[in-house]
């Protein structure tokens, strides 16, 4: 699978989980805990800590940025 798409089953998975991490935090009032359980990343500690690590800033932070709600 590697050789296909140049990163790891494990990599794919967490980019999957977090790209639908910012989607719910920028369209949905969900607690942080909340998004972490929907996505599967664990509770809310380890979403911040794996959200930063990739994102560069805390899912707060980057929900304020860029919130946008749907009607």
Same mark, same amino acid.
């Given at each position: 699978?590697? @050789? ?10 967490? @980019? ?17 805990? @909340?998004?972490? !359980? ?18 560069? !800033? ?11 709600? @749907?009607?």
């Amino acid at each position: 699978m590697r @050789e296909l798409f140049s990163a790891s089953f494990r990599g794919l998975l967490l @980019e999957t989980r977090l790209t639908r991490a910012k989607s719910l935090l920028s369209t949905t009032d969900l607690s942080l805990a @909340e998004v972490a !359980e929907a996505c599967g990343l664990g509770d809310a500690y380890r979403f911040n800590k794996i959200f930063k690590a990739r994102l560069g !800033e805390p899912p707060g932070r980057w929900r304020k940025k860029r919130w946008q709600p @749907e009607f």
